[in-house]
Structure formats: C-alpha cells, structure tokens
C-alpha cells in the first residue's frame, strides 16, 4: 500500500480496474476479477441486474459490496439526463453509495464520449454530491474542465471503446498527465498487457477495462496478465527509464586495463 491508488480519499492496492460485462455468466465474471486483483469493479447500471429485477440473477451475489467497491456507470446513455437519472438509481440501489463512473455517449458506433453533455452532467452530479470519475476524449482542455468542475478523476480514452487498439495519442496522453491534480486512468481502448504496461508507463495512474479481459480467448488468464502489465508498467514509470540515444556513447563494458589496452 506504499504506492496505493487515491480516488476521493480512499486507497486501493489494485491500479486495475475492470468492467462486469460481456462474460459468458456471473461465476466467470467472479474468476476472472479475482485474477485481476482488482479492488473497482464497474457496473453497467442499464445492462446489469443488481437487484433492480428480482426475478433474475443478481451481479451482488457474485461480487458482493463488501468484497469490491462497485463503481456503478452510465453505458448506454446519450444524454446528460439519462446518466443523471441512472446515476441517482444506483445510489438507491446501493444505499447510498456515491462513487461513480459518468459516461455519456455520442453515438452508438463509435461510443466516442459527448463532451458538452459530459460536462453538463459532471456538473449536476458534483452538486448532487456524487464523487465522479469520468470517461472523456483525450482533450487536455476538456479534461481540465471536468477538474475544474469537481470530478475525482478524468479517464480519458487510449481508443475508442472496445477496439483493442491501445495507446493512438500517447502525447495527449501525457499532457493530461502533466496538468491533473486528480488521478488519470485510461478508459477504453486496452487490447493486451503491453498496452496496459504503456499507459502506465506515461505515467497514468491506473487503467480501467473490461473488453479486453471478457472477449480474451481465455478471460482468466488474460485477467492475470493485466494485471501483471499494470504492476509492471507502475515500476517502470516509477524506476525512470534510460535516456533514448541514436547510439550509445560509451560501452557499458569498461576497456581500460584489457590485455593490449
């Protein structure tokens, strides 16, 4: 815990976190979690039964609220109405609970983020005493006004959701990084461990997934390996890279003192 994520005051061990959604069950879900070592799991409040309908299986018997702290999202809603108002459901179906995950949409093709109405939600939300992590374009601007707004962090898409297409705008990436007094995670895009290891290379401060974990040919293992992309792309961020060089300077090996030195 000496190198422990903060979102909203409260530190979680795991910088992974990762989404509920597109496994085969529930049981899946449960195992492939377990693997990730993620602490933040989120909830498609639209898609996903957590009590809401009582005739069907309920995701809080698998992940219970004592286990993992569950970070209800908006997926699926194009209007800042709509995410307010499936925010304010899941705070009652979990007593009370106010951490959060906003995403509004623009279009169902691309699920690229709309921005004017992310903002005018952000703003609603952070009034309404929600504490908000929010999914957004990888503008520096717009991400600082979602800062300025009261949002506990700003994830900002490596691709567009569910492409499996990484890192397109490390530079964006890093000027985001470079401003923000609240945690950065990037959200959506991630399609392998290596991808995960390059974003927090830059310097993120976590990753968010579900995707590239669910539609893995094997779910768990692919969990394991993010897992380990993450901790070991943190220590690399941490430990400081070599200088890049079109050639090396000096050899690493010394040549005074060799036999016909």
Not at 61 to 75: C, I, K, Q, S, Y
Not at 105 to 126: H, R
Not at 130 to 152: H, N, R, T, W
């Amino acid at each position: 815990m000496n190198d422990a994520l903060v979102i909203a005051g409260k530190t979680y061990a795991s910088r992974l976190l990762v989404g509920t959604g597109k496994y085969k069950d529930f049981a899946e879900t449960r195992a492939a979690i377990d693997a990730s070592g993620a602490a933040i799991v989120t909830v498609a409040i639209r898609r996903t039964n957590i009590g809401q309908n009582a005739d069907e299986p309920n995701l809080l018997d698998f992940l219970p609220p004592d286990r993992f702290t569950l970070l209800p999202n908006t997926a699926g809603c194009y209007s800042a109405d709509d995410a307010v108002r499936t925010l304010r459901l899941a705070r009652e179906l979990l007593d009370g609970h106010t951490l959060v995950k906003l995403e509004v949409l623009g279009d169902p093709d691309t699920l690229f983020p709309n921005m004017p109405e992310t903002l005018k939600a952000a703003e609603t939300l952070v009034k309404d005493g929600f504490d908000v992590m929010v999914y957004c374009s990888d503008d520096p601007i717009q991400a600082k006004m979602l800062e300025d707004i009261g949002c506990v962090a700003v994830m900002p898409l490596a691709s567009l959701i569910g492409s499996g297409m990484g890192i397109l705008n490390p530079w964006n990436l890093r000027l985001i990084i470079e401003q923000s007094r609240v945690p950065v995670l990037v959200d959506a895009g991630v399609g392998t461990a290596s991808d995960a290891a390059i974003a927090m290379e830059l310097g993120c401060d976590g990753v968010l997934m579900n995707t590239a974990i669910a539609k893995a040919q094997n779910p768990i293992l692919m969990a394991s390996a993010m897992k380990k992309g993450v901790e070991a792309g943190r220590d690399a961020f941490l430990a400081g890279r070599m200088p890049r060089k079109t050639y090396a300077a000096s050899p690493s090996s010394p040549t005074g003192g060799l036999i016909g030195g």
